[in-house]
């Protein structure tokens, strides 16, 4: 069965830095664009970033230039590099998979998901 398990989150304190990982398997991984969302207490799910099989990389606004995506095929792993956090950048973070190559920011899209992991951003 297909599991995606992140890891990485935690706490941290504004203006530091994170790097997420999540691993995948029982898919093939060069099929499918990868996502990550963040769902906030009281809020939706919001998309972050996304990622195309060839490495092509999409960001919402509010995290262009602070936020990075990448995946290693070999190791079926996509990865988000959080720089200068903000407190309002705390959320649950989830990773998420969707078939297909383009660009897919709603989380309808995507057929599998992680359970998630926590980054804090206090002081």
């Known amino acids: 069965q297909v599991q995606l398990v992140e890891s990485g989150g935690g706490l941290v304190q504004p203006g530091g830095s994170l790097r997420l990982s999540c691993a995948a398997s029982?898919?093939?991984?060069?099929?499918?664009?990868m996502g990550w969302f963040r769902q906030a207490p009281g809020k939706e799910r919001e998309f972050v970033a996304t990622?195309?099989?060839?490495?092509?990389?999409y960001y919402a606004d509010s995290v262009k230039g602070r936020f990075t995506i990448s995946r290693d095929n070999a190791k079926n792993t996509v990865f988000l590099q959080i720089n200068r956090l903000k407190p309002e950048d705390t959320a649950v973070y989830y990773c998420?998979?969707?078939?297909?190559?383009?660009?897919?920011?709603?989380?309808?899209?995507?057929?599998?998901w992680g359970q998630g992991t926590q980054v804090t951003v206090s002081s």
């Open positions: 998420a998979a969707a078939r297909g190559d383009s660009f897919y920011t709603t989380p309808a899209r995507y057929d599998y």
């Open positions: 990622i195309r099989s060839a490495a092509i990389t």
């Open positions: 029982g898919l093939t991984f060069s099929s499918y664009a």
